[in-house]
């Protein structure tokens, strides 16, 4: 019999200490990828984790995303616990300057940081191809396998080179309670069991990133134009910032 109750009390402890670590992250702290501020050690680092616990983003959209927030000295959030509570806001409109809007919690002091970039950073090699004629060049910089009539075909490489300027940085004090009242959003969206993407894009909307950055956790999600209560949470940082931006 006592046997038997050993068992139950170890299957017990088993199960509760299961559910203590559900959700639970170790931050990889690899100081070849940040320092412990979370300063990465160079413009072609990557801000989100390549592992499959997180269905990884494609090439493009690491860069993409990257290449924003690096041009808004922002730290990368994955990889050391920065102190403090984190959520993060990365708003990549079509046709818009890119956005960032982070809310901070360390002990009971809470504070909302908006930045604006100037541009969208240059962030993948481009390649600007055409038909142009030959006397762009001048008679002596052509060879015959150049020319097809009066005309030359050209491939110039735009490298890429991951710069824009913050043109806003701005920061709010916030209470506990609009802490509470942003964290019931999170809640709701039930963002830390959601999928970090669907698979859903398009030429003309936006894209919505939220990393959310604990002492025990981290998580992101990226939607595209999205219609689900993810928009809630960013609306209520928009909001809070007091851009008036048009959303979409």
């Given at each position: 019999?006592?046997?038997?109750?050993?068992?139950?009390?170890?299957?017990?402890?088993?199960?509760?200490?299961?559910?203590?670590?559900?959700?639970?992250?170790?931050?990889?702290?690899?100081?070849?990828?940040?320092?412990?501020?979370?300063?990465?050690?160079?413009?072609?680092?990557?801000?989100?984790?390549?592992?499959?616990?997180?269905?990884?983003?494609?090439?493009?959209?690491?860069?993409?995303?990257?290449?924003?927030?690096?041009?808004?000295?922002?730290?990368?959030?994955?990889?050391?616990?920065?102190?403090?509570?984190?959520?993060?806001?990365?708003?990549?409109?079509?046709?818009?300057?890119?956005?960032?809007?982070?809310?901070?919690?360390?002990?009971?002091?809470?504070w909302l940081v908006?930045?604006?970039?100037?541009?969208?950073?240059?962030?993948?090699?481009?390649?600007?191809?055409?038909?142009?004629?030959?006397?762009?060049?001048?008679?002596?910089?052509?060879?015959?396998?150049?020319?097809k009539d009066t005309?030359?075909?050209?491939?110039?490489?735009?490298?890429?080179?991951?710069?824009?300027?913050?043109?806003?940085?701005?920061?709010?004090?916030?209470?506990?309670?609009?802490?509470?009242?942003?964290?019931?959003?999170?809640?709701?969206?039930?963002?830390?069991?959601?999928?970090?993407?669907?698979?859903?894009?398009?030429?003309?909307?936006?894209?919505?990133?939220?990393?959310?950055?604990?002492?025990?956790?981290?998580?992101?999600?990226?939607?595209?134009?999205?219609?689900?209560?993810?928009?809630?949470?960013?609306?209520?940082?928009?909001?809070?910032?007091?851009?008036?931006?048009?959303?979409?």
């Amino acid at each position: 019999m006592i046997k038997y109750i050993k068992l139950i009390f170890f299957a017990l402890f088993i199960s509760c200490s299961s559910n203590s670590n559900e959700g639970m992250y170790v931050y990889p702290q690899e100081l070849s990828i940040t320092n412990s501020h979370g300063i990465p050690k160079d413009s072609l680092a990557f801000y989100f984790p390549i592992s499959s616990q997180f269905s990884g983003l494609d090439t493009f959209k690491m860069n993409w995303f990257s290449s924003a927030l690096y041009c808004a000295k922002e730290p990368i959030l994955y990889n050391f616990y920065l102190d403090q509570d984190i959520y993060r806001f990365l708003w990549l409109r079509s046709f818009y300057r890119p956005i960032i809007l982070s809310i901070y919690k360390k002990g009971e002091k809470v504070w909302l940081v908006t930045k604006e970039l100037d541009k969208q950073p240059q962030f993948m090699d481009d390649h600007n191809v055409g038909w142009v004629s030959s006397d762009f060049f001048g008679k002596n910089t052509l060879t015959t396998s150049m020319v097809k009539d009066t005309m030359i075909y050209i491939d110039t490489v735009i490298k890429a080179d991951r710069k824009a300027e913050i043109t806003i940085n701005q920061t709010k004090q916030l209470s506990i309670k609009e802490w509470e009242e942003f964290e019931s959003l999170i809640n709701k969206f039930s963002f830390w069991k959601s999928k970090p993407l669907l698979e859903d894009s398009g030429c003309d909307g936006s894209e919505w990133t939220i990393e959310g950055h604990l002492k025990n956790r981290y998580w992101y999600v990226s939607r595209w134009s999205p219609k689900d209560s993810i928009k809630e949470v960013g609306l209520w940082l928009i909001a809070k910032s007091g851009l008036k931006e048009e959303v979409y």
